[in-house]
Antibody, heavy 120, light 107 residues
């Protein structure tokens, strides 16, 4: 069974940093693209970043480009999201999501999410 | 950036009724459109990918159609567990975007 477990969320001041992790199990992690999708409280879904299976290609939404970095460690079956220069508008539940075979940019399986709150 | 507009914002129906949800793209996305269901306090669940393909384990009462700029998600006969928010998402190019969602509520 595919499992994705996010961690690392919490309360951080504006301008601060956080590193999210997503521990994957139940599938061959190194064979699938992975993404981060966020959802602000009471709002809709927003794609933020995707990384290819090998990690050589990364994609970002304009809203986070230059501030956030997606990465992965295939030896540890873990996806990461380094979030710097955080703003109030980054407050959201952050989900990691697994792509289906071959297709990079659809979200087949999702974790339960981790809440990031940016506030002073 | 491709903008996806979902309508209606809210759909009030009774169990057993047919639900028809619309997603319109600001430019063609070919058939590269997915639909997700989200219930309160839960992550989204993939229902349909590439316009008309049901994801693994999704009941046959869910179907998707369309191509280009106009897409439809149909739930043939609503079950109590189908009352939720539904989102469309394209993968035509970067950045990926989602529609604003349609809430299907019990009438």
């Amino acid at each position: 069974e595919v499992q994705l477990v996010e961690s690392g969320g919490g309360l951080v001041q504006p301008g601060g940093s956080l590193r999210l992790s997503c521990a994957a199990s139940g599938f061959t992690f190194s064979s699938f693209a992975m993404s981060w999708v966020r959802q602000a409280p009471g709002k809709g879904l927003e794609w933020v970043s995707t990384i290819s299976d090998s990690g050589d290609k990364t994609y970002y939404a304009d809203s986070v480009k230059g501030r956030f970095t997606i990465s992965r460690d295939n030896s540890k079956n873990t996806l990461y999201f380094q979030m710097n220069s955080l703003r109030a508008e980054d407050t959201a539940v952050y989900y990691c999501a697994k792509a289906p075979p071959i297709v990079v940019s659809t979200f087949e399986c999702w974790g339960q999410g981790t809440l990031v709150t940016v506030s002073s | 950036e491709i903008v996806l507009t979902q309508s209606p914002a809210t759909l009030s129906l009774s169990p057993g009724e047919r639900a028809t949800l619309s997603c319109r793209a600001s430019q063609t996305v070919s058939f590269y459109l997915a639909w997700y269901q989200q219930k309160p306090g839960q992550p989204p669940r993939l229902l349909i990918y590439d316009a008309s393909n049901r994801a693994t384990g999704i009941p046959a009462r869910f179907s998707g159609s369309g191509s280009g700029t106009d897409f439809t998600l149909t739930i043939s006969s609503l079950e109590p567990e189908d009352f939720a928010v539904y989102y469309c998402q394209h993968r035509r190019n970067w950045p990926l975007t989602f529609g604003g969602g349609t809430k299907v509520e019990i009438k």
